[in-house]
């Protein structure tokens, strides 16, 4: 029976999508794809994501959305999949949501129904995993410790007591307070430092903390690190 009110139209598709850590060829084809074929890609940087875009000819419509305009930007693109459009949502490397941007909007798509695809790739937290040589059943991702010297030791006494490698990303400027903090609270722990993944320089640094304390040097003041510390 026909009630005279138009049929609701059919919501869009967010997919949470993976981009490269560094080689701009560690993306998927069905990534590729679907960066061609989305209305619209809520980025980190849009600069930074162009360059993937140009590598191979796309040319889909860009929207900042880094994590100081979250819930700004939100209601935009949460309309425009009510509407019916598809959006991909990326991040400047690596998978979305995961220390990056991308959480509020996820779980706002979540709870209004629709639809969320993630579309796997790098990730800056398994690629060092995988290659550390610690263990790996059973880790522990913390996201970026605190800067401030009395907080950390504070987060540091909170995880002293977990079974499961410690996985953490860190600016490389702060890798030697960093070490230091890890003696005086874990002890002298088995720790890896994963820098530069997938590019020209990349470099993992293992050993315990003290050793590789005596050996931070400035070689690691740049850049972001992924840092993987035994359980205990």
């Keep these: 029976m026909e009630t005279g009110r138009p049929e609701p139209a059919a919501r869009g598709t967010l997919y949470v ?9 560690d993306i998927g084809l069905r990534a590729l794809r679907l960066l061609g074929e989305v209305d619209l890609i809520a980025c980190e940087d849009t600069r930074q994501t ?5 590598r191979h000819g796309i040319r889909t419509k860009l929207l900042s959305f880094y994590q100081a305009r979250e819930r700004q930007k939100a209601p935009a693109i949460l309309q425009a999949l009510e509407e019916g459009r598809n959006v ?6 690596g998978t979305p ?30 690629a060092a995993l995988c290659a550390s040589g610690l263990p790996t059943h059973r880790f522990l991702f913390v996201g970026f ?22 996985a953490l990303y860190l600016p ?27 590019k020209i320089y990349e470099e993992f640094r293992r ?19 992924t840092v993987l510390i035994h359980g205990r």
Aim: charged share 25%; with cysteine; hydrophobic share 45%.
């Design 172 to 198: 490389a400027r702060r890798a030697r307070s960093f070490l230091e903090a890890v003696l005086e609270v874990l002890g002298d722990r088995e720790v890896v430092i994963a820098r530069e993944i997938t």
């Design 145 to 166: 410790p605190p800067p401030k010297a009395g907080a950390l030791r504070k987060w540091l006494s909170a995880l002293r007591d977990e079974e499961g490698t410690l």
């Design 17 to 25: 999508l993976a981009t490269p850590i560094g080689n701009l060829e």
């Design 50 to 54: 162009v360059k993937i875009l140009n």
């Design 207 to 225: 050993g315990k903390a003290q050793a590789l304390l005596d050996g931070a040097d400035e070689a690691l003041g740049k850049g972001e690190m």
């Design 88 to 93: 991909a949502l990326v991040s400047d490397a």
């Design 97 to 126: 949501a995961i220390s990056d941007p991308g959480f509020p909007l996820v779980r706002d798509a979540v709870r209004r129904g629709i639809r969320v695809v993630p579309i796997p790739g790098p990730c800056a937290l398994t």
